[in-house]
């Protein structure tokens, strides 16, 4: 399968620093990209959906100005966790999707990234 | 968008046949359903994908019956590698995209 490659795969910050994980389609145009957060035993949460070269949109409860999302090629978006607290460690996954119509199609997804925040 | 239930966990041992249903009630039309397998700390696999009847790949087949409500992913044969978070999805592939949201998944344990 196509493959999707998140960098860097472990961050550790300073509480009050801003952290920029990416994401990128490495053998495929992702039209769609898809970013989510996962915290220890729990499901994926999804926190936003970026199409290439338009404004993110974010799920419910999700802080735009606090997770910012920059999808400006159809290979690279990038999470930049602003202002980091503790709160915001967890695993951050992003996933991609070419589809553009006709046939099915699946979403590839990063390896993930761990984010502790100190 | 569809919501899934799971069972949370399930236990099974190695040689076992492992099935694992999946209950969407409110699916679409338009939804198919997509399961993905997750190993602590990585990000989800792609598993199997089907519409409606059966579906197969090398490493698992699916079973949607008719009123696709429900969904079973049957594991022939499972090793101890096979111990993960399996998710089931349903989400709409004929409108621009699949939002994918998932719900808690299944832990399956596998022992020797």
Redesign the interface.
Known sequence: ?AV?S?HPSRVICKSGTSVKIECRSLDFQA??M?W?RQFPKQ????MA?S?EGSKATYEQGVEKDKFLINHASLTLSTLTVTSAHPEDSS?Y???A?D?VGGE?????????T?LTVV | LAKTTQPISMDSYEGQEVNITCSHNNIATNDYITWYQQFPSQGPRFIIQGYKTKVTNEVASLFIPADRKSSTLSLPRVSLSDTAVYYCLVGDMDTGFQKLVFGTGTRLLVSP
């Not at chain 1, 499901?43 to 999804?46: D, F, P």
């Not at chain 1, 099915?104 to 993930?112: I, L, M």
């Open positions: 399968g999707v998140q039209t769609t898809f989510y499901s994926l949460m999804l959906t199409n695993f996954i992003c996933s999707s589809w099915n199609t699946e979403a590839f997804f990063g390896q993930g761990r």
